[in-house]
């Protein structure tokens, strides 16, 4: 049963809200000890569900109508613990909803608990979070990607109806590949961050994990558009996607800077997608990224000095933990790297130059998507390796090669699964310019639906 | 001597900087003015800046005639540095809003929007964030400052520009932080931070003053460095190497767009602005023909001016300021009020000032009649009437006087006798008899009349 037959069901009364509720806690009472994708339950779910049950019965049941949510841990919810799974939060309680909760409860949704993550999103292995790895439950024995690991883990299990995630490099596209389930990075400002703990702020992103496209959009149909006050929003109400679309005639660009560096195994998945989009009548053709190979280091100076600036506030005082001090490896490198090149004497030299590079490449995606509608591709360009393997922290950030552009651009990008390398799922990447996500999830949909 | 300023006060909004707390910060219980953007909550995004604390600091640049940054993107820039009044680690402050003015000769090198930080306690180790976002306003002058006393009768020149947009906070409440850079020909760059009056300024200036030269003389160094004025002890100290080293690794704030300030909307600021207090002293001078000691003290608060200009149109507008500079300013200090506090009406000082300028009452029983005023305002005649100051009629007089005359018989006889200041000792009767009504002037002039008349009786009997 897709999304929205589930929600026929809810509406309908076939199913309430409760029982939705509790056939998800047995699972993860069952399944979590194993995965791990989950740090804290909801203790007032049940509750929250029968109030929803009792909205639906006055027929005020909302777009969500009882389905079930799972929040990464990054994402303030009242009451729960947003530790970003890090000792640095692990005392913190978050005294208010972010602005995605507030509306996914005014939508009918019930929040389940709080997913694993790597520490800070700044991972994307789903290995680095202070309260142990995620595992994978397409793929069991690797890797489930991050930093979105829960999240991710949660949808591909059957733990949840709809997951929120966070991408600020990759972070919900690169599990979702992994994972094998659907997954967006909306365009930077059509998402309210109110209440996302800060990784790297000008690319940052909440965005939807859900089993299938039509999940992806229903839930950023509730979440999506102004809110208002906050500094960085496009001005965009709400939106709505039709997303049964045609793709015949749609022109569709590949890039050969995206399956240069990626494993071979990949892009035949990947390859074999995009002749089933040309059999439905898409004109596929192929578009240049030339300065693609620069943007990973662009990215990880920019995220370093924003992740810096941003984890100041840790600094003993009102958490209780000095971050410094208790964090672990990655996050350590992040704000060390960050503290470093934003000093007076470097700044001209790499911040400012990450940032000429940052818009050289949004220029060269605008450029593209003048000629085409969207750009299929690869999301991650190698296989996930065996959770526990050690890998350097250089090869570690080569898994987010095909992912760092979007966020970059500030562009959309979504991902599906396009097939499996070996019994593990590869996802096929689909990115469109700035609001643009109609576009890519009818794309992403009609991949969906062809598989 | 160099002496340059950076002025703080905070502006007077309903609303915080970047949330929508209240700004009576001292008037709540401490930390109940506040959400999650203005303690720096995880992940708390901070709204737009407040437009009415914009609009403040484009006035304020405006008034001390800045070129104002329009049509740019100014972006908001973090400052990080770490301190327990401070939620987030940085504090946010924009580039200049404005370049470029000046006032009374001292160069304006540009002006900031910056915010408050909370308030700690070190004592109890605790942080109020009541104060955490307030608007503040940042000028800085170019080192055009040559005295401690100069420096000082500039920062009040400042601080009444900044009261007269009506949109600060009085700097007497404590809204006000100033750092000044202070160098002596020969000796580096010294600046003293932590000072938070006129007062103090110019105490750590004097301070500083004798501290370099007395280096000098000896023939030592004076290092360029940071320096923290003790209020307590009037001296200033050097700070902690550490702050001195502190890169504050300024970056755009990612999470706020440039503020843009559109041309158009800046006109119309300047548009409703009002009058500059320098430019308003000098047309004082120039246009009312004002001794320029009155036209300071009368410009010193824009609602003295307004009131002066007011009354100005219908009395002697040089007899309305010496009124203005001696005995309202006089009875205004006295009670604690500034001149926008007060009670009464422009008609109701009016009608005094014609009664006192027609001659119907003396400037003393004027003066009396203004302290009620203030007090308990009313109708100047009104008063006259409750206080028994109503003028006597002549008759009354010509009673009075004859009765103090019969009454004092010894200082008739001396004036008789050409001694004048047996006259001042009669005046005086006949005044304090009328309980005050009396009209010296007119008491002293039937006074005389009436002695005369006497002379010329005495002479032909």
Known sequence: MGTLGKLQALRSGELSAVENLERFLERIEKMNRELNAFLQLNPRAREEAEEVDRRIGRGEGGRLSGLVVAVKSNINVLGLRATCASRTLEDYVSTYDAEVITRIRREGGVVVGMTNMDEFACGSSGESSAFGPTGNPSAPGYIPGGSSSGSAAAVAAGLCDLALGTDTGGSIRNPASHCGVAGLKPTYGLVPRHGLIDLGMSLDQIGPLAPDVHGLSLLMECIAGKNPGEGMMLEVERVSYELEGDVGGMRIGVCPQFSFLTDPRINEVVERKVERLRELGAEVEEVSIPHLEHALSAYYLIVSVEFFSATRRYDGRKYGKRIEEVCGEEVLRRIAMGSYISRKEYRGKYYQRALQLRTLIRKEFSSAFRRVEVLVGPTVPKLPHRLGQKLSPLEMYAYDYLTVPANLAGICAGVVKAGEVGGIPVGIQVQGPPLGEEKILRVMRALEAGA | ?461
């Open chain 2, 1 to 461: 001597m160099k002496i340059g300023f950076e002025v703080h006060l905070q502006l007077r909004t309903e609303r915080k900087l970047y949330c929508d707390c209240p700004t009576n910060y001292a008037e709540v219980p401490p930390n109940t003015n506040v959400c999650p953007i203005c303690t720096g909550m995880p992940g708390a995004k901070p709204m737009r800046p407040n437009r009415a604390a914009v609009e403040a600091a484009v006035e304020i640049s405006l008034m001390l005639g800045c070129r104002v940054q329009t049509g740019k993107p100014l972006y908001i820039q973090r400052k990080h540095y770490d301190y327990p009044d401070l939620p987030s680690g940085y504090q946010r402050t924009s580039l200049p809003l404005a370049l470029e003015g000046s006032l009374e000769g001292v160069r304006i090198r540009e002006v900031h929007l910056e915010e408050d930080p909370g308030q700690y306690d070190p004592v109890s180790g605790s942080v109020d964030f009541n104060r955490s976002g307030i608007p503040l306003v940042e000028i800085v002058t170019e080192p055009d400052l040559r005295s401690p006393e100069e420096a000082r009768r500039f920062l009040r020149s400042l601080i009444r520009v900044l009261e007269y947009t009506g949109k600060v906070r009085p700097e007497a409440g404590g809204a006000m932080r100033v750092d000044v850079n202070v160098s002596l020909e020969g000796g580096g760059r010294v600046e003293v931070k932590n000072i938070n009056s006129v007062k103090g300024t110019y105490r750590a200036l004097k301070f500083e003053l004798q501290r370099q030269a007395e280096r000098l003389r000896r023939g030592e160094r004076v290092s360029r460095e940071t320096r923290a004025y003790l209020e307590s002890q009037m001296i200033t100290v050097p700070m902690r190497t550490k702050e001195l080293e502190e890169d504050y690794r300024y970056i755009p704030d990612p999470d706020l767009p440039p503020v843009l300030l559109e041309e158009e909307w800046v006109e119309e600021v300047r548009g409703r602005m009002v009058e500059p207090p320098h430019l308003r002293e000098r047309r004082l001078v120039e246009k009312y023909g004002l001794p320029p000691a009155s036209a300071r003290v009368i410009t010193g608060e824009r609602e003295l001016a307004d009131l002066f200009e007011r009354v100005a149109r219908e009395v002697n507008p040089l007899f309305a300021a010496d009124w203005f500079r001696t005995k309202l300013k006089k009875v205004l200090n006295y009670m604690g009020l500034r001149a926008g506090e007060v009670g009464f009406s422009a008609e109701q000082l009016l009608s005094l000032l014609k009664m006192v300028e027609g001659g119907r009452i003396s400037p003393e029983q004027g003066e009396l009649v203004l302290r009620e005023l203030a007090r308990e305002p009313a109708d100047p005649e009104e008063i006259l009437l409750r206080m028994g100051l109503l003028p006597l009629g002549r008759g009354e007089l010509e009673e009075l006087v004859e009765r103090v005359m019969e009454e004092n018989r010894e200082a008739v006889r001396d004036y008789l006798a050409g001694r004048e200041e047996a006259l001042n000792f009669l005046t005086g009767r006949v005044v304090r008899a009328s309980g005050g009504r009396a009209n010296p002037r007119e008491a002293v002039g039937l006074l005389r009349e009436k002695l005369e008349e006497l002379r010329g009786k005495g002479q032909t009997s």
